[in-house]
């Protein structure tokens, strides 16, 4: 586009006068993106063509009790209630001791995909007596993880169809996200599989779907402590676990349940440095593992005591990429007083199931919207321009109106600040 040749050449200035020069944008507009950029080197350095910091709200989700130990969790997310939400969820659980979690050993996947393969079966052999040497290659690209007690561990053939080959390697990764070091291992193999032993190597890089790295966290409440409003707890622990075999049965149901559950996971995801899409892509692939998309987590209830549990990959890290880089990280990790991956990933699995639960506790009992409402009608006053000190008046006002809309929201401000100009004038 004209006016935008090596627009990643350009320095940060040059690109904001260039959006100016465009007329895409006018001083007050550049202005704010000056104002919202705080740390231009570090964000130029992250990612091309950068213009500003597009700033999210983080917030504290309370009373996580996980494997005894309490932790304040911070979330980084646009919608309202669910760190409410969470935090409620997990306050439920807190009476009941909180929950526990599992978190298997930490492998990643990487994959080498070989095409035009003529005997698979024939080249399937070959490849695993050649297991040794692929393993040696790739943890000489990568001496640093050897010494630090992980590396590449195992190689597992499988052949994906008469002509194609998947080559699956998996690395311990230590405390990394794991994502450069296995396509730097998986390149240097696929450099000796094609110029040595002649194969055809079509793509070498690593799977999202980490099904090595596990984490599970359960929970048990004693269902009295669910009664609410004239609902006794038994009632309502029967209908959360009738819900959770309707995400079993329904997908169209499981995306909504499974996104209720990564609204918790991602906010910690993306607070604590890591590759939210990443986390998502492969938790979805765990929700379909059997051919059918469903629930992440299942709630059943036996002997007056709801069981929650939740398991999906969590190949979550505490070193590399942005980790190192984006100051807030750092203090996200102190927040949370984390002191390794493994405790990250049971946190986070904690989280989802919590998460959960008061989603489906809302959507069983009062509905999802009574609860989001103040909220949501804070974020309607915002919307049309209302101050902070204006907002509870005007969101006082909506709700006696019921009303949801921006016209009415924009009347009660204007009503507002007439009314507040008179009193200054009498
Ligand atoms: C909204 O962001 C999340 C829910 O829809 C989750 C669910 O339905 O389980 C409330």
Same mark, same amino acid.
């Given at each position: 586009m ?8 350009? +320095? ?54 996980? +494997? ?12 309202p ?15 009941a ?21 003529a ?10 007596s ?11 690209a ?80 004693p ?7 004239g ?86 890290g505490?070193v ?15 927040l949370?007083?984390?002191? +390794? ?7 986070v ?12 506790y809302?959507?069983?009992t ?10 949501q009608?804070?974020s ?33 401000l204007?009503e ?11």
């Open positions: 004209e006016g935008f040749e090596k627009y990643y050449q350009k +320095d940060h200035q040059t690109r904001l006068d260039i959006l100016k020069q465009k007329k895409y944008l006018d001083q007050t507009q550049l202005d704010k993106l000056q104002a919202s950029a705080s740390e231009v080197k570090i964000s130029d350095a992250m990612i091309e063509n950068f213009i500003t910091e597009y700033h999210l709200p983080e917030g504290l989700a309370l009373n996580y009790v996980v +494997d005894g130990q309490e932790y304040l969790i911070p979330f980084v997310t646009e919608e209630s669910v760190v409410a939400a969470a935090s409620h969820g997990a306050a439920l659980v807190k009476r001791g909180g929950f526990k979690t599992t978190v298997t050993e930490r492998l990643m996947i990487g994959q080498i995909i070989l095409e035009n393969v005997h698979p079966e024939q080249v399937a052999s070959f490849l695993e050649q297991a040794e040497k692929l393993l040696a290659l790739a943890n000489a990568h001496p640093s993880i050897v010494k630090r007690g992980g590396g590449a561990q195992a190689l597992k053939v499988r052949v994906l169809a008469p002509d194609l080959i998947s080559l699956d390697l998996i690395v311990d990764v230590k405390e990394a996200m794991g994502a450069n070091m296995l396509n730097t291992m998986l390149e240097a193999c696929a450099t000796y599989l094609q110029t040595k032993l002649g194969l055809d190597v079509l793509i070498s890089i690593l799977s999202n779907y980490a099904t090595r790295c596990l984490a599970k966290a359960t929970c048990a409440l269902v009295e402590l669910l009664t609410r409003n609902l006794s707890g038994a009632k309502i622990a029967q209908k959360i676990a009738t819900a959770s075999r309707v995400a079993q049965l329904d997908p169209y149901r499981a995306t909504t349940h499974n996104k209720g559950i990564m609204n918790g996971i991602d906010a910690v995801v993306l607070a604590s440095g890591n590759d939210w899409r990443a986390i998502e892509a492969g938790a979805h692939a765990y929700a379909a593992r059997d051919g059918q998309y469903r629930g992440l987590s299942t709630w059943i209830v036996k002997d007056d005591i709801l069981y929650g549990e939740l398991e999906l990959p969590l190949p979550l505490t590399g990429g942005s980790i190192g880089i984006v100051p807030l990280v750092k203090i996200n990790q102190q949370l007083r984390l002191k +390794d991956a493994r405790q990250l990933e049971a946190i699995a904690a989280v989802g199931l919590g998460q959960n639960l008061a989603a489906l809302a959507l069983v009062d509905g999802i919207q009574k609860g989001h409402m103040r909220l009608l804070k309607l006053a915002l919307s049309v321009g209302a101050t902070k000190a204006e907002l509870e008046p005007v969101v006082s006002r909506l709700e006696a109106l019921q009303a949801r809309d921006q016209a009415t929201a924009k009347k009660v204007e507002l600040r007439n009314k507040q100009s008179e009193r200054s004038r009498t």
